[in-house]
Structures are given as C-alpha cells and as structure tokens.
C-alpha cells in the first residue's frame, strides 16, 4: 500500500484533551508511511477550566485498543485513581441517597434476572435493596478496592470500575504519545475555513497567513466548532428541553486524604454538584439552571461544598448541552465538546470521547470520501449519545423533590419516544429494553428506576417458578460471596500504594 | 404483583409440529410449575410439514435448556453434526464455498483477521481464507470432534449444530411435554369463536363438537395460520420480490455419497436443492420460482441428481416469504410458519421458532394482557425476521451469474435498504454493521460476502501497523495449526458411532464464539 498513493495528511485543530486524545489513538493506528497528522493548538474560545479531574466508565465491548488507557501507568504517575459508581444524594428525595454502581447486580437465577427475584420478596415484606447485591457498591462503601485476578471465575469477577483522572495531565501525556508518534503539533489559530465548490473544507487560513490544506480535517475545538459549522451552520440539536441545566461552575482544589472510589452527584435547589477525587486534588463542579439560581449564588454554594475560599478564578459559564445532527460531514469530523455535550450525571464527557474514537478506529476508511462509513459512524455515535442522554435525563423526570421549582418543572420534561417506550415497559412489567449502542448495561437502568421509586406493576411470572425458600438462598449466597471478597481487598488507599509500588518495581 | 399463582393461565397450543412441541416443551419445562395449565391440540388428519431437517447452533442452547441429554437426543432423532453450510454454484457456476460455525483468526491489534488477510492477499502470502477455518477445513475432510472450551485451542474457534429429522425430534419433544403434564387432545379445528367486546379468541371448537376454551393461543398451525389469520385477520408483510423462491419438493434417498458434517445448498437454474446427510438417510430439496420454472422441470432437476432411489413420493410445498404484520396479536401468539416463513437456504426456521418462545418467556403475559408484551415481542422479533431476510438476500443478490432469467432479476433486482446499507459498508471498508438483534454474526457475514465475491476496495489501513513479517508468520502458524487440528479429529461417522454407543461423555454447551448469541 505504501507507494501507489502520496500520503493522507490530516489535521486535527483544538487544544485540549479531545485533540490531544484524537492524534494519539489515530496515530498509534495509522501508519505513518502512509499517514501525516498535524495539530493546530487553536486556543480555546472559551473558559474551560483544564485543571478538571473526570472519570471514565467500565470499558464498552469491545473498545477498540488504542483508546484503552494504561490504568497503572496512571495511578502511578499521573496521580489517578479508580471508581467503583457514583453516590448521588438528594435526587429522589432530598435525604436519600443511593449508589449508581458500575458492576452488575446479583445474579440470575436460571434464566430470571435478578431484579425480579427481588420485586418477588418485597411482595413478601422482605425490603431489599438492589445495589446491596452489586460488588462495586459493597466496596466502594467499605471504601476497599481490588481489580479482578484475570482468571477469576468467581462473583468477584463482576468487579467493573472506571478512573478518576486529571483531563489536563491526561491531554499532557496523550500530547507527549502524539508526539513521540510523529504527530506535529502547530501553534496557531484557525482565522477562516475555506469551502470548495463540493462543499467541503478546502483548507484553513491560520493567522500565521498560512494556507493549510488537508484530506480530513478534525473539528475539536469544542464549543466553537470553528470548522464544522463553516460547512454547515445548523447542525447542532439542543437538548435544553431535555437536561435542564444551562450553566456550570468548576473548581478544582487540593485535598489531603486518599480519595474515595466513587463520585458524588448532590442535587441542591436548582441543579446538582458533582465532586470528583483523584489523588492529592478534587474536582467540584456545579450544575444548575440560571433562572432559579444566580452566578453568585452558585458560586458560594461550590464553596460551602468545598470547604474552600480561593474562589478567585471561579466563573460560571453558559453550557448548551446537545449534540451534532452528524458528528462527521464530508471531509469533517466534530470530536468531543465539538460533537456533544453531556449532563455528565449518568455517562461523562471523557467517556463519550473514548467511545467515539474507539468507534472512529474501528471504522477508519482507506479513502476517507466513504458515504457508509460516515453514515455507520453517524449511526453508532448518535445512537449512543441519545442513549446517554435518555439515562441523563430519567434523573431530573423522575426526581422525588416536591418543594423546588425546579423540580417540579423537571417533572414535566416530556420524554422522547425511545424513552417513553422504555419507561413503559419497565413500569409493565420491569422488563429492560437495552438498543443499539446503550453506554450503560441494564443494572445501571434498573437501579435508577428503581431507587427513583418507579414500581412495576408486575414481574416475570417465572419468579413464580422458584420457592421463596430458593430465592432468599440464592441472594444470601450472592451477598455472603460477596461481602466475603469484599474484606479481602484491601482499603482503596493501600490498593493505589500497592498499584504503585508494583508498577515501580517493573 | 402477578396474580395468576391461585388461577393458572390456560394456555392452548394449536398444531404438533416443529414448532407446537418445541414450543409445549419450552413452556412446560420452564414456566413455573403451577402458572400455566398447558394444552396442545393437532390434527393427524392435517399432518404436520414434515420438512426441516437442518438447524444453525442455537438448538444446542436450547436443547440444554430442557435439560436433554445429547447422545439420547441424536440416536432418537438421527440426527448428525453439522458445521456449516456449504454453497455450490451461488455466486459463479464452478464456485464453492462454506459458510461455517466459527470465526477466522483472531483480531490482531483491534483489527479484524479478514482485514489482515485481505493485506496479505495484497502481498501475495495469503492462503485461501477457507485455510484459516478450522472448522471449514474439518468439514471438507468429513471430520468431527467437540469444541473446545480452552481458548488457547484452535479447537475453539467453532460451533456446531445438527442435522436430524425433525418428524422425530417433535416426537421426542412430545415425550418430554406430556411427562411434564402437557395435554395432548387429537382433532380437528372448524371453527374459532371470538370475544365480541375485544375480539381476543375465547375458544376453538373441534370437529367433535368439542369446546377448547384458553386464556392464551398459541398459533402453531403452520402456513395457515388458523388463529393469527384466519380468526383475526393479521395481514401479512410479503417479501417475495426479495426471495422469489415459493415453491420446493422434497425426498428423501438411501445414503449413497459421503456422510457430510455439513449440508449442501446447490445453485439451480430458478432455485437451489439441498442435500442434508442424516444417519438413515439422505434428505434432499429444490426450493424454486414458480415465476421462473414449472413443476415438472424442478422435479425433474431434484430427482436427476439423486445419489439413490428416492424412498418416497416427492412432496410438494407451496409458501410465501413474508412475516405476519403483527406475529402476536391480543392473545394469539404465532409461533413457526404461521408467524412468517423465511426459506431454508441459512436453516433458520427452527432457530427462528426458539427466539420466538425465548422472547415470550421474557415477555410472558398475564390475564390483563398489558399491551406492552405484544408491541415489545412483535419489535424484536421483528428485526430478527427482517436480518435473516437481509441475510438470505444476499446469497441471491451478490451473484455474477447471468446464465437464466431467474439470476439477472436476483442479481438486478432491488434490495431493501437495510441490505443496500450493509453491503455498501462492506465494500467500503470491510466493516459489518453491528447490532443488537440479528442471529448471525460478523463472521456469518464475512463468510458469504467473500464466498460470494463481494471484496472490500481496500483493505482496513490499520492493519499496515503489523509488521509483515510478523504477519507473514502469524499466518502461517495459523493455518498450519487448522491443518493439524483437523488431521488430528476422528471422521465425522466415527464419532456418531461413539454417540450412538453412549460413548461420549455428555459435555457442556460450550460457548459459539464468531456465531450465535
Ligand atoms: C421446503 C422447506 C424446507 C425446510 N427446511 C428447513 C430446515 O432445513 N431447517 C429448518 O429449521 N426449517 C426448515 N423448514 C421449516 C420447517 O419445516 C418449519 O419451520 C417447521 O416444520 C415448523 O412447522 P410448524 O410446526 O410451524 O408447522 P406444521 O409442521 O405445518 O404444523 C402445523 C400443525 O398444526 C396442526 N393443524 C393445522 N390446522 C389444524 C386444525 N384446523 N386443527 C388442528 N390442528 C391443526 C397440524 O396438524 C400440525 O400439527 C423448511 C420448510 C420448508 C417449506
């Protein structure tokens, strides 16, 4: 392949994690006898805080290899940590809290979900709580932490976990791999986009005056989306009626103790407060509604949170959560904040990324002019985003809050058809409806409607096929197991010492 | 909560074909004991189909499932394995090629095996891909031996159904029913009587005078569609502009040629025949156009390449490739060939009637009949019916042949978009779509489109990222090991020997990587 044609060059403009992530998995892809990368730093037009630690979920199957992150490496050096779930507070009712976890939960029996095992005991009185039986959840309350040994046959090996990461030292290593690929990095800013006369972007006009021509052009300049909406100025679809908060602030601040493995969503008056930890900082971030609650009030409720008073280079920014019509139009891709926007409740930002690209890898064309792959990477992305943002938002439609306002609009958002279905059918008879491209698995639907006080009307009558007998058996098994394991590991403090420690003696 | 545990749901079953027995041991064995009372009626008058012979690994999961032991099963039903399909004469006359139970080599760095084949093909060191099949390169050398559940093994890489008489296996499903409190009642149905209010069906009435009054219909009636057609009036979603096949003859002979672990689909003028190797027999097939040929010269076409005598009168069959608008309407589920027919080209019709009861299990209804279940049920099996459909297309669509009227429509004629979509994806880049429903996997795809000559323009660019030397190797160890593994296996008849002998120590139902879910 290497002689017939001259190489593809592509440019990738943006300066941040999404470019810096986007040249390192395409170039640890693409061969670099038939490939050329740049990367125009156009600074970001708006005020993103990158000292921001996210987190990322339990890996989709498959994701593709070079989007994988090397966890130990991490931890050791780039101060991450690892998560079992999110603690969210205050969303059904402002005194409840409950854990989002990320492993399953229970086990079937025969062929039963375990959900429905236990809607057949609270019919007898028998209060269960589904993320009591989820091996994540048991951890992370015990605030222990171990990954599954490989070979593991075990119900230990239902473990899933994500990382908590700071995104700028992320973007700093995945700039340094890009590097160290033959990825040439370009300090300039993009002025204007040229358009040929097929409507696709002919080059880029840098304020260096230079003209920069290119086979494929990668918009991650977040919000701007300084090239994909030259070629086309309407693509991109609110979901203002859908996640209703409009602004955020974020605060990152130093901590002294070891961080838990979890995150924490706190719902308060008009939006929610998500708290992040990795080793030595963590990060807050205030999401809320600007018409029930000001800057200044936000601001100050960020600090009562944190505990903190340098509060100085703290502003709220406007957020317009949505996503592109296509992420990808001729010889234009949008990746990251370019792409989509996410109220990161369910499913966060770093992880839509990772998946886009995992799902760029693995369709990446020879000749980039190819009507269906663009339309299949279309398809998977905005299958997934949607799905994400279904998830999102089920935790404003069915919150329990009755004294806010915001609430109690939240209450009326209409939900689109997909999820009405979904909602329906759970309601019917606790069954999950899993589509195409679902970034989360059916505990992660189950326990949210669940502990959002969504009763089924009915369950799978094969319940009716086991003694109750059986069934309290198997979930006592299930929990001795697990609970069993879970005193084995060590605590999350000594893990991420030990992780170290190996990693450094390698 | 379900209310049912005092009253059970009474559930009646009408037809004892394939799909009335699999469907009454299904429900008896995994419905809770008290939940539903279940009745089958069937008219010997009638008769069943009395086709079907081959079936795709799905079986085997949900033989397991009933708790059936694999060496009684295959002595009742002479029944013999299967690995796959092989295709003559599909895409050129002289073309053969097989569609297997198992996956190629491995990704390599993300990358799919093909794509790498495809390079090396590029390179000039690629063997045929067939040579990278473990389970290909078994079957053309007549050889069987179980799956492995060690995934360092090559003997890993497949999966395996069978091929056996289905008339049998009803009736050892019929067993297995009546054991587990099935009621079976003989006769014929006249007429139906419906809820005036609803227009749910109240009850059917036999020939007899007999009243047969039920919560839940089953429809397994066959073509007819007794209940979903004939008393609700359904409609039906025709798809014969797509398979125009609506007609086939079927015979069985003595076995005269090799005992095959697969069977054979072999392009004919206006259709195909099959050849479907069983342990006392050979059961052989034309499916055809009547568009495009008569009676007389399918028949003929049949009986002239028999490798024996035929053992009976050629039975001729009349169907129409489509699916029911609705497969459950109110309480009437259909269920087998009064739900839709699909032609047996990939084998599909038993695996579609077990994904039909897998999908009423999840869905199973009470009394009130929330609405629910049957949108859910009809939305999924639904897509289900529509990606084999896709599936079939293909086979008849991506051909080259222009000898006969019957191949330039297949070959010119439009396809649903759906199948447009996928083969365009394919050539582009040499992706197959995911999704969720769908019983055949990336590797059933990759088997036909290159078994049929449909190529990638290139190949993934990321698969230059391997060295070829490294490549070149992993290559040829690959397909030195599949040589090996397959020399190593015993033939095809020596192991159904063992099985017939209760030799075999009844293994687990291993995992089907690259095939079925
Ligand atoms: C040519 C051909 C080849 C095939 N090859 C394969 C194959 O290789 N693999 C595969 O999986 N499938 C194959 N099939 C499909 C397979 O034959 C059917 O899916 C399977 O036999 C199920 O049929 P059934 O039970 O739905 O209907 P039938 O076998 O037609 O059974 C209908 C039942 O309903 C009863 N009945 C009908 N009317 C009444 C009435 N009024 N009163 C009482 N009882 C009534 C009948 O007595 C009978 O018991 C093939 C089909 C055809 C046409």
Redesign the pocket.
Known sequence: MHDNNSKQHIVIVGDGLDAFFTAAALSTNLSKNDYSFSVILHPSNTKTNYDFCDSTQPDPKPLHHSVCLNEDYLVSQAQASFTFGIALSGWNNPRVAYFHPYSSIGAKLDTVAFHHLAMRLRDEGIPVRLANFALSALAAQANRLQRPLPNDRSVLSSCEWGLHINTKTLATLKRKQAEGQGVNFIQASVNTVEIDKNGHIDSLNLDSSNKLKADLFIDCTGQEAKLINALHDKTWISWSEYLPCDKKVSLTINSATSPAAYSFSQAHTAGWIRQLGIQGKTTLSNYFHSAHMSDEQSVSLLSEASNSTSLNDTACEKINFGRRQASWLKNCIAIGTSSVEIDPIGVSRLQLLRSSLSKLAGLFPRKLNSNAVIAEYNRRTNLEFDNARDFAMLHYKLNGRTQDTFWKECRTIELPEVLEYKLKLYQARGHIALYDEEPLQEQSWVNLYDEHGIKARNYNPLVYGFKLDTIKQHMHRIREIMLEGVAKMPTHANYLAQVKNNFNNK | MPEPINKPMRVLI???????WMTAAGLSKLLPANYADIQL????Q??????????VPHIRFFNAKLGIDENDFMRKTKATFKLGIEFCDWSRLGDSYIHPFGEYGKDIDSVPFHQHWLRAQQEGFAEKLESYSLPIIAAREDKFSFPSMDISSPLSTFSYAYQFD?GLYAQYLRKFSEELGVKRTE????DTQLNSENGFVNSVTLEDGSVLEADLFID?????G?LIEQALKTGYDDWTKWLPCDR?F?VPCETNGPLTPYSTATAKDAGWIWR?PLQHRVGN?H?YSSAFTNDDQALNALVNQLESAPQTEPKK?F?KTGIRKKTWSKNVVSI???AGFLE?LE?????L?QVAIGYLLDMFPDKNFDPVNETEFNRVLGLEYERVRDFLILHYHATERDDTEFWNYCRNMQVPDSLAYRMQLFKESGVVSHYKEGAFLDASWYAVFFGQNIYPQNYDPRADKVSRDVLEKHMALLSNANRQSASNMPLHSLTLQDVNANKIINHAVAGIPGHAR
């Open positions: 009408v037809g004892g074909g394939t799909a009335g009626v069937e008219s010997q009638i008769g069943t189909v009395g086709v079907g012979e081959a079936t289905a006769g014929k149905i006249i397994c009636s066959g073509f007819r007794l086939a079927a479907i097939g499916v069959l169907f087998g060939l009064s047996p084998s599909t019709s038993i695996m009637i």
